[in-house]
């Protein structure tokens, strides 16, 4: 075509095309036509029990066919999925052979505190990861999909979300297999019977499990808005890291000062440590190791029972290690694990609680992602150009012949 009109490279063409179209009865009777349809379509009568939906599908209908290809799309991704569990399975085996099968020393109740603190961490690198993807789907999305109106944002928004929830809670379990059992959290469990080790287990699995779900619905929250995925990188490690500082592991409540207790409440991190600690280490007692006992004299030949009586009874907790002895008398200050974990302020009977409340978070994240989306990045107006040209018939429209080159140019050229 270009090499007839005369736009090619080295061709030269023979007539002037445009005005050749402008004498054309084509061109005539397209005008006619035109106008006809703008005087009689106008009278025809609206069908009403016609459905003039935005879009072709319901939107169940859509959400279940935009999952569906979520999910092969990331089936055929295979490294974002083992991308994704080697960052989860990796360091789950590295903590747990760590603190291999802590025992209940004061010590040993510390490195098990330590142990779900470090479990933590892997909460940011994972987030990371999942940022990209999203992304280029996303962009995918808003390039194809919304201008040709193939699906509502709403079903691009929730299928993303959804379909991380089954890869997800996998890894979660893959996770707390190589992290629960080597940490021995499930030996002070052992005390209440079998039952008692199976519901502990089912809680911690659980809790696991949506921990990691909850990692996924932050990923959303905090790229929905952002267009670049380093800046919502830099924001999610931010707030990772006001949460992880705050959950009352490095500095407990009642040390922290006026407005910082306020981070250690509404950081979701407090109550997943809470919840797993608790269920973890509580109901059992504690034996210290031979540096952990505080070594006294007893005066006037007294049995350090007697001695420490009164001691004992006033602080609710510690034990003897010979109370018959008169010589040296090795006193552990904590006989309980419920006793420890009183003094970081942790309830065993609110592990529930905790679990409802970081369930509470992942279902703010959901929300919070969908606002976001549509506040920032959904056109709030189909057209935002106002057309004020008046509308033109036949007789207004140029007629055969007329010069349609603008000022200083070919009228072939403007057809080029």
């Not at 009865?25 to 029990?49: H, Y």
């Not at 030949?301 to 004992?312: S, V, W």
């Not at 369930?359 to 004020?388: H, Q, T």
């Amino acid at each position: 075509m270009l090499h007839v009109i005369g736009a090619a490279p080295g061709s030269h063409a023979n007539q002037d095309y445009h005005q050749v179209w402008l004498e054309s009865d084509e061109r005539q009777n397209v005008l006619r036509e035109l106008d006809s349809m703008e005087k009689e379509l106008a009278k025809l009568p609206v069908d009403e029990t016609i459905d003039h939906r935005e879009f072709a599908a319901p939107f169940y209908r859509q959400f279940l066919l935009v999952t569906q290809r979520v999910f092969q799309q990331t089936w055929r991704t295979p490294t974002y999925i083992w991308s994704k569990m080697f960052l989860s399975i990796t360091p789950s085996i590295f903590i747990g052979f760590v603190f291999f099968n802590a025992n209940n020393t004061i010590q040993g109740l510390q490195n098990q505190m330590f142990s779900i603190f470090m479990f933590i961490t892997i909460f940011n690198p994972l987030l990371q990861q999942m940022l990209p993807t999203y992304v280029d789907s996303r962009d995918l999305y808003e390039m194809r999909e919304r201008p040709s109106k193939t699906f509502t944002w709403k079903a691009f928004v929730l299928s993303q979300i959804v379909s991380e929830v089954p890869w997800n809670a996998l890894i979660g379990t893959l996770a707390f297999l190589c992290w629960y059992y080597p940490a021995g959290f499930y030996h002070n469990a052992q005390g209440g019977g079998s039952q008692e080790v199976h519901e502990r287990g089912a809680y911690a699995w659980l809790f696991c499990v949506i921990f990691f779900v909850y990692i996924g619905t932050m990923a959303h929250m905090v790229i929905a808005p952002i267009e670049l995925a380093d800046m919502a990188g830099t924001l999610a490690y931010l707030f990772f890291t006001l949460c992880l500082t705050f959950c009352g592991v490095l500095v407990t409540p009642s040390a922290l000062p006026g407005f910082w207790i306020f981070m250690y409440r509404v950081s979701p991190m407090t109550y997943f440590v809470s919840g797993y600690l608790s269920n973890a280490i509580s109901n059992a007692n504690v034996t210290c190791s031979a540096d952990e006992y505080r070594v006294v004299t007893p005066p006037n030949n007294t049995t350090c029972e007697a001695y420490f009586a009164d001691y004992i009874a006033a602080a609710g907790s510690g034990y003897i290690r010979d109370p018959d002895s008169r010589s040296e008398c090795e006193f552990c200050p904590l006989s309980s694990t419920n006793d420890w974990l009183s003094l970081n302020e942790v309830n065993y009977n609110q592990k529930w609680r905790n679990l409802g409340i970081f369930c509470a978070y992942l279902g703010f994240n959901v929300a919070a992602s969908i606002v976001l989306y549509w506040w920032a990045r959904v056109p709030k107006k189909s057209s935002r150009v106002k057309d004020e040209a008046p509308k033109q018939t036949l007789s207004d429209r140029p007629k055969a012949g007329e010069e349609y080159a603008l000022k200083g140019e070919s009228s072939t050229s403007v057809s080029v």
